[in-house]
T-cell receptor, first 112, second 114 residues
C-alpha cells in the first residue's frame, strides 16, 4: 500500500530564504507526482506535475525534483515571500485510475 | 480558463439528514474524482469516474453514493449524516488522454453536520 510522508510538518523562515520541502513514498512504481498548495480552508492549487520519466520541473521560483528509485521528491522554493505562506501537499499517482495518495503536508510560514 | 466548479460552497446539515454535493469538471475532462479532507488531515480519495463509469473506489462509506451524468457533472450523495462526516469535500477532474492525469481541484464544499 502506497504511503506518502512529508517532512517537515511545519516550517517557519524569514522572507528571502531559499527552502526545501521533502516528500517520500514507499512504492516507487508511480505514474507521476504532483505538488499542491493549499491556503487555510481553501482548495488545492496545482503547482507542479512530474511524470515518472522526468527528473525535475520548474515554474517560476519553484523547482520540483523526483528520484523515483529512492522514493523521494523535493520542492525547492527560491527567495521565499510572505505570500508563499500556505500548506504544501505532495501527492503520488499509482496505477492507471488516476487517484492521488497525499502526504500530510508541510505548513510553511514566511515571516516579513 | 474554466476551472472545476463545486456547489454548494458551504452546507450545514443535521445528523441523519441527507446531503448532495455537485461537481462540474473542466470542459473536455473525462475523469472526475471525489476526496474528503477532515480537519487537519490530508485529502482522502473516495471515488472516481471515467467516462461516466465508476473507475476506482476508496474509503467511501456505504452511506455515500456518487454518479457521473451524461453532461459529465458528478454528484456525491451522502445519507444518514454523522458528525464525523463534517469535512471539506473536493472534486477534481483530469484528462486521461495522453496519460497526463494532472488533477485540477475545485474550491471544495465545506460540510458541517450538527
Amino acid at each position: 500500500k502506497q504511503e506518502v510522508t512529508q517532512i517537515p510538518a511545519a516550517l517557519s523562515v524569514p522572507e528571502g530564504e531559499n527552502l526545501v520541502l521533502n516528500c517520500s513514498f514507499t512504492d516507487s512504481a508511480i505514474y507521476n507526482l504532483q505538488w499542491f498548495r493549499q491556503d487555510p480552508g481553501k482548495g488545492l492549487t496545482s503547482l507542479l506535475l512530474i511524470q515518472s520519466s522526468q527528473r525535475e520541473q520548474t515554474s517560476g521560483r519553484l523547482n520540483a525534483s523526483l528520484d523515483k528509485s529512492s522514493g523521494r521528491s523535493t520542492l525547492y522554493i527560491a527567495a521565499s515571500q510572505p505570500g508563499d505562506s500556505a500548506t504544501y501537499l505532495c501527492a503520488v499517482r499509482s496505477g492507471n485510475t488516476g487517484k492521488l495518495i497525499f502526504g500530510q503536508g508541510t505548513t510553511l510560514q514566511v515571516k516579513p | 480558463a474554466a476551472g472545476v466548479i463545486q456547489s454548494p460552497r458551504h452546507l450545514i446539515k443535521e445528523k441523519r439528514e441527507t446531503a448532495t454535493l455537485k461537481c462540474y469538471p473542466i470542459p473536455r475532462h473525462d475523469t472526475v474524482y471525489w476526496y474528503q479532507q477532515g480537519p487537519g488531515q490530508d485529502p482522502q480519495f473516495l471515488i472516481s469516474f471515467y467516462e461516466k463509469m465508476q473507475s476506482d473506489k476508496g474509503s467511501i462509506p456505504d452511506r455515500f453514493s456518487a454518479q457521473q451524468f451524461s453532461d459529465y457533472h458528478s454528484e456525491l450523495n451522502m445519507s444518514s449524516l454523522e458528525l464525523g462526516d463534517s469535512a471539506l469535500y473536493f472534486c477534481a477532474s483530469s484528462l486521461v488522454l495522453g496519460h497526463s492525469y494532472e488533477a485540477f481541484f475545485g474550491q471544495g464544499t465545506r460540510l458541517t453536520v450538527v
